[in-house]
């Protein structure tokens, strides 16, 4: 039922939704027969971040993982709904174990590369991401994780070849494409900005749910002083997903930067009324309400 649900698109949201809840129900009732059922509690774990319930998600994965405490399956998915909620040291340490439970299997280092350079713990992330890659080299995720910390701790140029492996082997990837058009803005040279926004509108062609692209895409024509279409890009971000934290955090952030800071406020609040600890947000909405504050 619940592999059902997530196979539904956003048109079916009811349907989604009522399938949702009676998987919840099985879980459930499998719990109250046995509260030591490991599956039970992982999926109900996995249903509630599917369903954005994050706080629910994460403790039905803590249970899981006092369970079967040698599960590299429950901490890497503790570890990605940590993520979800914005609790990156939390993450961390879920996939620093699953990743000390299974040191062959690259997924593991490369989830953890990604939060660890969120940190901002760069050198770590880096060693992370090599090892991802040197794992599983004709795995495109592996090098695109690589060149997104790369492009996030300022080598763009260092990112573009990374890109590039990944799109020799998945020639549409959605965030090779709109990695490599943010790597390729970064360069500042003539006609850069044109081409970068090309990068966002193929990865969006090639797979509309992926909002990193709208962010990106967004940002890149804010650049070009066109907010109206930057603004659309934002929206149309949130209608695929309204309670993405990360979209809606940087909506807020333009809002602001165009002196709409009233609306960029309610925007953090109801991100944060959703997911309480996403760090991004909340420091956001405390320097809006900083004294001295300019738009």
């Known amino acids: 039922l619940a592999s059902q649900a997530a196979s539904l698109g956003p048109g079916k949201a009811k349907e989604s939704a009522d399938l949702y809840e009676t998987a919840v129900l099985e879980e459930q009732q499998a719990i109250k027969l046995d509260p030591k059922q490991f599956g039970s509690h992982v999926a109900l774990g996995q249903i509630y971040a599917n369903t954005g319930k994050h706080e629910a998600s994460i403790s039905e994965l803590q249970i899981a993982c006092q369970l079967k405490p040698a599960s590299y399956g429950a901490h890497r998915d503790l570890g990605i709904a940590c993520l979800t909620a914005g609790k990156v040291d939390e993450a961390i340490d879920a996939?620093?174990?699953?990743?000390?439970?299974?040191?062959?299997?690259?997924?593991?280092?490369?989830?953890?590369?990604?939060?660890?350079?969120?940190?901002?713990?760069?050198?770590?992330?880096?060693?992370e991401?090599?090892?991802?890659?040197?794992?599983?080299?004709?795995?495109?995720?592996?090098?695109?994780?690589?060149?997104?910390?790369?492009?996030?701790?300022?080598?763009?140029?260092?990112?573009i070849p990374e890109f590039k492996i990944a799109l020799s082997i998945a020639k549409n990837h959605?965030?090779?494409?709109?990695?490599?058009?943010?790597?390729?803005?970064?360069?500042?040279?003539?006609?850069?900005?044109?081409?970068?926004?090309?990068?966002?509108?193929?990865?969006?062609?090639?797979?509309?749910?992926?909002?990193?692209?709208?962010?990106?895409?967004?940002?890149?024509?804010?650049?070009?002083g066109k907010n109206k279409e930057a603004e659309e890009q934002y929206k149309a971000a949130l209608r695929i997903?309204?309670?993405?934290?990360?979209?809606?955090?940087?909506?807020?952030?333009?809002?602001e930067k165009n002196g709409r800071k009233e609306e960029a406020q309610a925007v953090l609040k109801r991100v944060l009324d959703k997911t309480p600890h996403f760090k991004a947000a909340s420091d956001a909405l405390a320097g809006m309400k900083s004294p001295g504050r300019t738009k």
């Open 95 to 127: 996939l620093k174990k699953a990743s000390s439970l299974k040191p062959e299997r690259p997924e593991a280092h490369m989830k953890l590369a990604i939060l660890l350079a969120k940190r901002g713990s760069e050198k770590e992330a880096l060693v």
């Open 129 to 159: 991401a090599n090892e991802a890659v040197k794992l599983s080299p004709k795995d495109p995720e592996t090098h695109i994780a690589l060149a997104n910390i790369m492009l996030d701790s300022g080598d763009a140029a260092g990112s």
């Open 174 to 224: 959605p965030n090779a494409l709109s990695g490599m058009g943010y790597a390729i803005a970064k360069r500042n040279a003539p006609g850069d900005i044109d081409s970068a926004i090309d990068h966002q509108r193929r990865a969006i062609a090639s797979a509309k749910f992926f909002l990193p692209s709208y962010v990106r895409l967004a940002e890149l024509l804010a650049s070009q």
């Open 241 to 255: 997903n309204p309670d993405d934290a990360g979209v809606g955090t940087e909506y807020a952030k333009f809002l």
